[in-house]
Each structure stands twice: as C-alpha cells, then as structure tokens.
C-alpha cells in the first residue's frame, strides 16, 4: 500500500515484486532497494528518476542478508557456506569476495565503508584488514592486529573506528576508539589510538555513533547478572568522546537504576548534540542526556517504554511500548520539550516494525509475521499522535516502511497550532485529569482494609496493589512518585547523578559507577585470592625441594662415614647385593626405577668388596 505525506491511500506505482521473497533492504539515502526475489538478489531504483530499473546480482539464489555502502555505490551479500561478496550496484558486477563461515548480529556487517567510500574494512580473524578501493582489491593495503576482537564500527562521518574484545576466562572487555591515517609510515600512526576502557560484564556491545562522529554510546551487555538483581543479565552505558583530552570516556548516569532498555541519538547535527535513553525496571524512565559531557537535562517521567525513536529531522520524539509491551506511545516536542498528546496512545495492535516517514509528518507501526502470524496490518499515526489516521489489514505481512528521501526534499517544519476547539477539549482534558488526581489522592489516605498485605513500595497508591490494573491505574493518572512526573533536572540532581565531588563530603557516586566499582573491587578481590593460593603453592613446592636436598645430602654423609670404616661398608655392600640378588629373580618388566639402578650398580659395588677385602 503506498500512502501519501497526509496519510491518504493512494494507488501503488509498481508491484515491485511478486513471486516469493525472502527479504528486502534499503539504502541509506532511499534510492535503492536490494529485493530477494527467490532466484537472485535484484537492486531496484526508486528514485524519483530510477524509473524503478533492476540490476540483477549473478549467483545470488542462496542469499541470506545484504548490505549497501554509505553511497549507494556498493552492496554487501552473504550466503551460507559460500561467505562475502561484494557487488556494484550500478551493474551488478562482483567485486571480491572473502570468507565468512557464520555472521552474528553484534559484528554484522562484517564489511563496512568509510563515508567516502574510499576504503573498507574486513572483520578477519583477529584482524582488521582495510581495502583501498582505487586498487585491485587482491590484498589489503592495511592491517590492524587486535587480539580477541569481535566486533568493530565505523564512524558516519570521519575516518574514526571502535574494536570491542569481550570479557573472556576471567580477564575484563576491552573496548578502544581508534582513528585511521592512510599516510601513516607504521601501524602505530596509521592506526592512532584516541581512549579506551577496560570494563567487567561486558559480553556483547551496541555502538550507536552521533551524527557527527564525534562521538559514541556503547551499551554493553552480559547474559548473566552475577549481582542476582535481573534474569535478563545486566548493561552499562558509556560515552566515548573522540576529541576529549581530560575526559575521554564517561560513565553515562541513568535516571533510574536497572537495565538500559533502548538509546538514541537525536539526528539533528545543527543543534548541540543529545541522545535519549529508557532505563530501569518497568515503568521505565526516560532521560534526555547532553551529547557532550552525558549530563541529563530533561525526565520523561515513568512509563511502560521500551522503544525510542527519533524523527528525521529530530524536533519530534516518539517513546513507545513496543514488542511485549501493551503498545503505548507518547510524543514529544523535542525544541519545547513537551509532551504533545494530552492522552496516553495504546496502539491496538501488538507493534513489531515501527518507522518516522521522511517529512516527520507520520509515523507507522505494524505488526508483522514470523514475530506474529495473525492480525497482521499497518495503522499510522501523526506526529501529535492523531490516529490512527489510516489502518490496513495484510494476511501475512512481514515488513512496511516508508521509502527514504534527502534532507532537502522536506523542510524542516514545527508542530502545526491547536485549533481553537481542539485546544479548549484538551485543556479540559487535563482540568479533569487533575480533578481526578486530587479525588484520588484522598481515597489513597484512606486506611488499608485488614487482612490485606501491602508490599512497602505500592503503599500510599488507590488500590494498594501491584495488581496489573492498579499499576496502568497509576500509570495514567500519573500517580507515580514526583522523580517519575516529567520535568527538568536542577543543578543539584545534575551534579548528584554526575558524582560530582563536594568539598569536605563524600564524593557521590551514580548506581553505575557503584556497580562497576563494586565489580572492580570483587575482581581485585579474586586476583588477590589468586595470587596468595600461587604464593602458597610455590612455598610449599620450595619446602619440599628443600626436604629432599637435605636427605639426599645426610645419605651422601652417611656415605662418606662408612668408606672411612671398612668393616661397616662392607657390611652395607653385602646387603646391597643380597637385595640385588633377589631382583634377580623377579621379572624385569615388573621393576620399578629405582630398582633397575640398583640392579645396573651391582658391577660397581662387586669390584669396591674386592678392593674392601683386599
């Protein structure tokens, strides 16, 4: 279904594709589409002169997943058991090709582009080897040795790039920010070393890049939270800055301690720079963080949210509850920083693929197969949360998103003015959201009834409970405690959650920096334990050496003693022989070391009897 900037329904320009599909893949710019058609991979241009021409890719049956360079110029395929290929899109040539047994999400794409499409990158083994792409491709020009490496990212904008090694066998993740300069005389210059960080529960990590590439959001992750606080493991969130001298790498505070469920960087490169970020066990709070230093500036308050998502052109802001979540939205004016519905959104479908449309205009949601097999359609909301102005039904749907455009294409517009009517409705609105607040306040005050426990944190609320019902109850009468209620953060909560140092009081630290301190400090703990049980064992092995020394040496005196006294050395020789003489009539594969010495002396110990007797 094609549906205009208004979202009316209007009839489609091209059946692109027919016949089975296994998936599809847009550009960055929205030009081209790489479409699995069930026999090869087709690159479709969408533009608005590509008059929807297709570029077949040879040899591409077996196709699993794709990917398109920064310009458009070159698309990635990788099949099972076949590995990377590298196509160009405007003829479908292949390029190279290189090995690659199974991909995993967290390093995907294993080949990346730089901006300029003048070099890319190869995750090997160990390696990162860099093509340049004005030469033949049949050896890199340049190679980047990290021990353990699983996982790089390029930078949007410059030639920067990030290498994560994860936590292995007791030794902490490492993650560096590196910068490539071709004209390097050596791999120290051309692979220069910007900050880095050593870090404990680190398993996995997203890197998510500014606009501007000056700096990075890594979100780490570990599938066990050795703490015991979550079943779902544990995450951390730091801010890697490219250009900072004194303080390259932050621990990004949250505004609620628990997991970091979802973060995001506003596009808008015009304006200081900001990212937004969910954390916290449900309802989560949402926190708007300075792009520079990590500060949060604004809450979104508490909710059932999951997701955010960013408009094109960053002024609008959409935090949702999407996935196993009950599909609540709330959209925000990010310049005036507020809420623009009046009213929570509860979207009536179980939300799986969300997309902005390129105008910031519109934004859609749908619910796709194989996340869900039944109920599957499309409904589209505005950037207030009007709607759903327009729902369609599919049987089976499995992707809908709107075709990118360039920047230029739509301006950037503020949010249209309430009309008079509409703008009366919602002021009553809130009026009776507070008279309700207020009237529920005071049957909060009411005694408990007996007999019915109150787990400490739900007293105080109408109900009482933590009953489903009670909490959405809270949830939207905004009933929640004063740091849940959208607001700006003061200085002092500024520099609290920053761990600012007070003069002449103990330095704060955020619930982040407790944890990783509190893992460094259980690290420390073991290596120390370590290292005293090495001691232990190397003190017991050096007695022992010691031990034998000394018998070894009182038997040579024993020895020497009975040479200097002929009578009792031949005493000691006969009886050697006698025992020599009774492993004689053992069998020899029976003896043990020791007695096979014995057995070997006996010539030796024969002929000093005869000089003893003489």
């Not at 208004?6 to 589409?33: C, H, I, N, W």
């Amino acid at each position: 279904m094609n549906v205009d900037r208004y979202g009316t329904e209007v009839k489609p320009e091209s059946q692109l594709q027919s016949a089975m599909s296994a998936f599809y893949v847009r550009s960055e710019d929205g030009s081209k589409l790489a479409i699995h058609s069930g026999t090869a991979v087709e690159i479709v241009d969408t533009s608005i002169d590509g008059g929807y021409q297709k570029v077949l890719l040879p040899g591409t049956s077996a196709v699993q997943t794709c990917h398109f360079s920064p310009k458009t110029t070159k698309i990635l395929t990788w099949e099972r058991n076949v590995g990377l290929k590298i196509f160009s899109v405007a003829d479908g040539n292949f390029l190279k090709g290189l090995s690659l047994k199974m991909i995993r999400r967290e390093a995907w794409p294993n080949v990346q582009w730089t901006h300029d499409e003048k070099y890319f990158f190869y995750l090997a083994n160990n390696e990162v080897h860099v093509y340049d792409c004005s030469t033949d491709l049949s050896a890199p020009n340049f190679k980047f040795r990290c021990e353990g490496i699983a996982s790089f990212s390029l930078a949007p904008t410059s030639y920067d790039f990030t290498s994560f090694v994860p936590q292995k066998k007791g030794k902490p993740a490492r993650f560096s920010a590196h910068r490539f300069q071709p004209s390097g005389a050596d791999q120290s210059s051309q692979f220069l070393g910007v900050c880095s960080k050593s870090m404990f529960n680190a398993e996995e990590c997203t890197i998510k890049w500014s606009p501007t590439s000056h700096a990075a959001l890594v979100l780490t992750h570990t599938s066990v939270d050795t703490s015991g606080a979550s079943y779902y493991g544990s995450t951390n969130l730091f801010l890697f800055l490219m250009d900072s001298v004194k303080e390259p790498v932050i621990n990004t505070p949250l505004a609620k301690e628990g997991p970091v469920l979802d973060v995001a960087w506003c596009p808008d490169a015009s304006k200081p720079p900001c990212f937004a970020a969910l954390s916290g066990k449900m309802p989560a709070q949402g926190c708007l963080h300075h792009g520079n230093t990590a500060e949060p500036l604004f809450l979104f308050g508490e909710a059932h949210r999951n997701t955010i998502s960013w408009s094109p052109h960053g002024r609008f802001l959409c935090l949702a509850g999407f996935g196993n979540l009950a599909g609540g939205m709330d959209f925000w004016d990010r310049n005036k920083l507020k809420k623009l519905n009046s009213q929570t959104i509860t979207s009536a479908r179980v939300v799986v693929g969300y997309d902005w449309s390129p105008d910031s205009r519109l934004f859609c949601v749908s619910t796709t197969a194989p996340r869900m097999n039944v109920d599957n359609g499309i409904a589209i909301y505005k950037y207030d949360g009007d709607g759903p102005t327009k729902t369609m039904d599919v049987d089976t749907l499995y992707e809908a998103s709107w075709i990118k455009a360039s920047e230029d294409l739509y301006p950037n517009r503020a949010a249209t003015p309430l009309k008079k009517k509409k703008k009366q409705q919602q002021k009553r609105d809130e009026s009776s959201l507070g008279n309700d607040i207020a009237t529920n306040s005071k049957v909060a005050a009411a005694p408990t009834p007996v007999g019915r426990y109150i787990p400490p944190s739900a007293r105080g609320r109408q109900g009482g409970g933590m009953s489903l019902a009670d909490r959405m109850r809270a949830e939207k009468e905004a009933k929640m405690a004063s740091s849940g209620a959208p607001r700006r953060i003061t200085k002092n909560e500024r520099s609290k959650m920053m761990g600012s140092k007070v003069p002449g009081a103990t330095p704060v630290l955020t619930p982040a920096q407790e944890k990783e301190l509190k893992a460094k400090k259980a690290a420390e703990k073991k290596e120390k334990a370590r290292l005293k049980k090495e001691a232990e064992e190397e003190a017991k092995r050096k007695a022992e050496e010691e031990e034998k020394l000394a018998k070894i040496k009182a038997q040579k005196e024993l020895e020497n003693a009975n040479r200097a006294d002929p009578a009792k050395r031949t005493k000691k020789i006969n009886k050697l022989l006698r025992q020599i003489d009774e492993l004689k009539s053992k069998d020899p594969s029976d003896l043990n070391e020791d007695q096979k010495k014995k057995l070997a002396a006996e010539e030796d110990l024969r002929s000093e009897l005869a000089k003893l007797s003489i």
